[in-house]
């Protein structure tokens, strides 16, 4: 543990599997204090810690944003950094995409980034800045077949990421996203 990240809170979506919770075991090992959350509703199986919380949360929901964000700065007296790596993925030939995924992947794959983004900004507002780091994805700099909705989602990510940096880099927030390959 370096302590890197001593005393700042950072809240991390999609925590439960996956490269949610690998962040959320960097975090922790780099002394952040995490709250963790995931629509699973089951905590990430990660060792007990006075420095992690979890929360179950459904990203595409504003009200459940704003719920989760006050609790992180409850919990942990500011909110210096979100990682947004929820998401789903969907596979179909977009000639043969079903509405119902479509409207599925755009609620957590690109409002979730977005409520997430605008609701983490306002803590780390009172608090002098923070950072912001999306998952978008491979998909979202190239297509790929089958592809199509995820990656109309992530290409969206990387657009609002962009307008988010130039949006708050005046309050000090500094807005990344990443894009991994296949996982």
Do not use: C
Request: glycine residues 12%.
């Amino acid at each position: 543990m370096s302590g890197r990240l001593e005393g700042q809170v950072i809240l991390v979506t999609g925590a439960a599997g996956g490269i949610g919770r690998g962040i959320v075991e960097r975090l922790l090992d780099e002394g952040a204090r995490v709250v963790a959350t995931d629509l699973r509703g089951a905590e990430p199986p990660l060792p007990p810690s006075n420095n992690l919380r979890f929360a179950t949360q459904d990203v595409a929901s504003e009200e459940q944003w704003r719920e989760t964000v006050a609790e992180a700065v409850t919990w942990g007296g500011r909110l210096d950094g979100l990682v947004n790596t929820a998401a789903v993925m969907s596979e179909a030939l977009v000639t043969e995409i079903a509405v119902e995924d479509l409207d599925r992947l755009y609620a957590i794959n690109q409002r979730g980034t977005v409520l997430g983004i605008k609701h983490a900004a306002e803590a780390m507002r009172a608090t002098g800045g923070g950072a912001i780091v999306n998952f978008s994805s491979l998909a979202g700099l190239r297509g790929f077949p089958t592809t199509g909705a995820y990656s109309a989602t992530k290409w969206a990510v990387r657009g609002v990421t962009k307008v988010a940096a130039n949006e708050l880099g005046r309050d000090r927030i500094r807005v990344n996203s990443i894009h991994p390959g296949a996982v």
